[in-house]
Every structure is written in C-alpha cells, then in structure tokens.
C-alpha cells in the first residue's frame, strides 16, 4: 500500500487557528472492507464556516483531536470493494485535509466527466456548484424571497457564497449592492455586474454608506459577516426585509461574540432573519446545479477559484482566509 | 364647553421617563367639524411599547413636543357631526391620555355593549381583545407556526401579552413555559395553567433555568424582553426553532441597545426570528377578537387588569411599568 499524508486537530483553537493547531500524519490506509471505496484526493476546499467545529465546544459537535479536519472535495476512486463505484470514478463528498481515504460507498456523488468543459471545471462542484454556490442559491431564494425590482445587499460579496447570490440576484431582476474590503475585490464585483459595491476598509460609517448605495432600503441582506456589519445592514433595512443569516465570519473566531444590537427594528419594521443550513435542501441539490450549470454557460454566472498546490500549506492558507486576502473558492490540490 | 385635562410630551425622555417629560394641560374641546366626534375618555392603556415614540429619534417617526401621548383607550360618544356614530356609542381607538377628545369618525371601533358581561368586561377590549391579545394571537399562531407537542418559551410571562400567549398556547397543545419575576407573578402563572416557570430574578443563570425547565429545548420563543434574556433562549433553541420578537421592553430605555450576542446559532441551529406589528393582521382582528371572547366565557383564557383612577397618576404610573412592578394590563379610569 502506498503512503499518504493527512491534518489532523492537533488541539483546539482559540482566535484564528494557529498551525500548532494542526498535525500532518502520514498514514497507510487500511484493507478495504466490503462496502468501501479507496479514494485518492485531486483537490479539497477551505472552509471558513468549518471553524466552529474546530473549537468542539459544548453546543455543537465538534472534531475531537486526531480527527481529520473537514472539507469538501473531489477525488478518483483507487480501489473498490463496493458495486456502486468503479476504479476511475470521479467522486465528490466530504473528503477532508487528506491526499487519500477509505470512504463508505454513500455519502459520495458520482461526477460524470461529460457535464465538465473548458466553461465548468470539475472543481466547481466543490465550489459554485457545491456548497457555497447551493447556500447562495437556496438562501436567497428560499429565505430571501427575492421579488424582481427589490434591492439585495451581500456582505463578504467577493467570497464563492456572496459573488454567486450576486449573480443570480440579477438574473432575478434585484439591485445587487455587494460588501467587500479593497479596490481588488470592488473592481471584481463591478464586473460581475453589481449595481454599487461598498468597500467596507474605505468607508468610515458603514451604516451611512449603505444608505447611499441604497437610499430607498435594503429588502434582502445576505449576510455572510454578522457583527457590526450586520447591525449596518439591520438599519438600513425597508420594512418586511428579509435578513439571510449564511455566514458569520467575523464571529467564528471570537470567544465573545460580537452579536447585533439593533433587535428593536425587528418590531418597529416587521424584520425577519433566517439561518441557512444548505443540507436541508439536499433533495433539490441536483436541479439546481444543472441550473446554475446553464448560467454559467450562458455567462451569467461567472466563477472564480484560488487553487493552490500541496496540502503542507493548508493550515497557512485556513488562517489566510481570516484576513480577508484572498478571493473566490479557496482550494488546495492534494498531491 | 366643558374643560378636560391631557397629558402632552413636554420633552424627549432619555432612559425611564422621568415625569417631567409630560405635561398636563387642561384644554377645551374645538367646536366640531363634519364627519367629527368628541369622545369622553372611560379608560386608556399604559403601553410599554409606545416608548420608542416617545424618544422622537431620527429612525422612527415619534411624538413632537406638545403632543398628547399616544395610548389605547375606550370611551363615549358624547358629541357627533358623523352620520357613522351617535351620542352614547361606546368606542374604542387610539384616543390617548386624555379625559376627551375630537376625533374624526375614521380609526375607531364602535362597541356592541351586548357582548360585554360578567366574564367579559368592556375595558377587555383594550387588552386582552385588544393590542395585547391580538399581538398574542397572531404572533403565536402566525410567526410561532406552533404544532401541537412542541414546547413554547415566554418571556414577561406574566404581563398582558404573555399570559394570554400562554394560555393560547395551552389550548394549542403546547408545552408552556413562562420567565416572570417574583413568587407572585410565577404562582399567578402556574394558576393559569402553564408547565413550568422560571423565576429570572430567583436565577442567576437564565440560560441553565431554561435548560433545566425544558430538557428537550424550545420550539418557539415569545420574546417582550430582549437582551440577554434573548441570547438565553436563543442557546436553548431546538434546531428550525422560531423567535417571536413581539416586545423589547429591556431595550426600550437603553442609550446604548444590548442586543444579542448568539447570532451564529441561526446557522448552526437553522433559527428564525421575526417581528410583529399587530396592526398588518387588522383585517382578522375581529374574528380572533370573537374567538378569543369564547375562550373566555369557557374559562380557558383568564385575563387580569391593573386599573387605577385619576389621569394626574399615569407619568408615575408609567415609569413603574418598566420597574416590573405591576402585573396584568395598565388601565387608568380617566375620569
């Protein structure tokens, strides 16, 4: 058997994960047991939104050290004890921070390389057709209620959720305002065809510049910050507004959460704010990647992936993603 | 003419409204104009919630100096240029702290004494039939989404909006547990028949209280107070729980909001909160009025009323509301 190398929780962060936090193991997979598959891992995914189960706290369930820290990605099966897949398969699940695993033969779905051109990467499975592009699809959607001539507004627009909501708001008739921090990120986001783009490092007053970018209201906050930005949004909120709670990057790394204040305008306007976890909409998953599969190759729905080699840098780029200096899907190719 | 006397803002209040914020001027009825009626004030309301009004803020459209302060109130029609009422109708509208008052014939509710008796009193109408109960009602039955088996947290339990969301939530099949404060209020609550009570000022961890009065979680929370009690709830939430922001009495007097700190549960627990304004249900408001007046007259819907005579008393009155003194709905008898 061949040799492979995986990170493991070395012990559970506080603050941004510092690399003590992480351990990379070389490991020799076990024999497969009927059922299994062996799969060696092309490429897998950096997961803000994973950091909660870094922490394990007492609330959710989290890793325990020695687990395998949690990702998405997509990989080719090796070895096969199990009718459903084939050596060769091309596969998407939750792999992890491994070069290779022995998976159950569900839980995985089976990539057919003909939905793949020079216009839809198999990467994007793990990115804008996996699940950051399913949370912006569902959560505006289904918890947005997006009516055509409203007006959207995104925090951390530039990330693979808040540029893909962006781009199906338009395609759905909304204003789309967008969030970011850096002319990098602003200019982007204005190629993507959003209406006004707020850079948050620029602007003193958050509050007040999205009144101007949005002086009749916001009816739909996507929000994948929370915090301060959220209270922002909360106050320029129309009455009935809809505030979609996908992300709350800024908190994942606090051992006191900042939270809201602004709770009084739930009353005086009617506010509704919903949380999103993707997974309940799993039935649907495969009717709304083909979706989104036809807008992309239509070029109303544009992508971008930050791929990096070797899984030694994982822990280095996690913490980066912290710092708000990357954009689009990040991804780490595992060989 | 006679002479009546009124309470006006005399200026914007900042915390508890201190009772020189309120004037009180006698005043002489205008001669009335078509399609007018003077009214003689029988009760008005004390009204936590019109507290935000009384701040004239920059965000919500509030009181001006001068202004009678607005309340609830019922009362007799003793003058009328209206075809639509006659001297001697009782009504009931937004008639404010006054012993009287011109009113135009629009915005009032004409009352039918036939459905007033022992069981149902006439000053019903401005609380259990009237803002508090129908805040109640709807926000249970509409943003609550209750299911019979689930178990409903509340919060100033004890207060108009609270006891009656309790005692609804009992006919619905739910498990019913109400935050109050003092031995008097929680013994008033276990008498209306609700599961369990939580004491906050007998507590000195809410969050663990909630726990231990309900193991298995909350479903929906009726929340009047906010703040910490909110983030308290928000920790023992049941994953697809709804938040029912009907009151932020905790808030009302801040400077500064507290807020919530527990904002990336609605991720990680899929929650919903949602505010109400009563008034978007107007159109229901007599069917639900009828319905919860049989609830009474079957002794399943118990109601309590704090009345005190003489309008000099309402700025003290008042003040005391937000010590949580008083139980049962704030009534003054304006005569």
Redesign the interface.
């Known amino acids: 058997m061949s040799t492979y190398r995986k990170w493991t929780l070395a012990k559970h962060p506080s603050g941004v994960p510092s690399e003590d936090c992480f351990a990379l193991e070389d490991f020799t997979p076990d024999a497969l047991s009927d059922g299994q598959v062996l799969i060696k891992t092309h490429y897998f995914s950096l997961d803000p939104?994973m950091r909660?189960r870094l922490s394990g706290d007492s609330?959710?369930a989290g890793l325990k050290i020695g687990d395998t820290i949690e990702s998405a990605g997509i990989g080719e099966v090796i070895d096969s004890k199990s009718e459903r897949f084939a050596v060769g398969d091309m596969v998407m699940g939750g792999l992890g921070w491994t070069q290779a695993l022995t998976h159950p033969d569900r839980g995985l779905q089976k990539l057919d390389p003909a939905l793949f051109d020079d216009k839809v990467a198999m990467t994007a499975t793990i990115g804008v057709l996996g699940v950051p592009g399913l949370t912006a699809w569902f959560g505006l959607q289904d918890l947005g209620q997006p009516q055509s001539g409203e007006t959207l507004l995104i925090s951390s627009a530039a990330g693979p959720v808040g540029a893909t909501c962006g781009q199906i708001g338009k395609t759905l008739g909304l204003t789309v305002i967008g969030i970011a921090g850096g002319a990098d990120k602003c200019a982007y986001l204005s190629g993507l065809g959003f209406d006004a783009v707020i850079d948050y490092k620029a602007e003193k007053d958050l509050t007040k510049a999205i009144a101007t970018a949005a002086p009749n209201g916001v009816d739909i906050y996507f929000d994948n910050v929370?915090?301060t930005m959220?209270?922002a949004a909360i106050?320029n909120m129309k009455p009935k507004g809809r505030i979609v709670?996908?992300?709350?990057v800024s908190?994942?790394n606090n051992e006191?959460?900042?939270?809201?204040?602004?709770?009084?305008?739930?009353?005086?306007?009617?506010?509704?704010?919903?949380?999103?976890?993707v997974y309940?909409y799993a039935k649907q998953f495969v009717q709304a990647q083909a979706a989104m599969a036809a807008l992309i190759r239509d070029g109303k729905l544009a992508y971008k992936e930050d791929i990096s080699e070797g899984i030694e840098d994982a822990p280095r780029e996690y913490a980066a993603l912290f710092a708000g200096a990357n954009f689009g899907r990040r991804l780490i190719k595992a060989s």
Chains 1, 2 share one sequence.
Do not use: C, K, N, W
Not at 245 to 248: A, C, V
Not at 256 to 277: D, K, W
């Open positions: 939104g909660g609330y959710a929370g915090g959220l209270d106050l709670i996908s992300g709350q908190e994942y006191t959460p900042i939270g809201i204040r602004q709770t009084t305008r739930f009353i005086t306007h009617r506010l509704r704010m919903e949380g999103l976890v309940d």
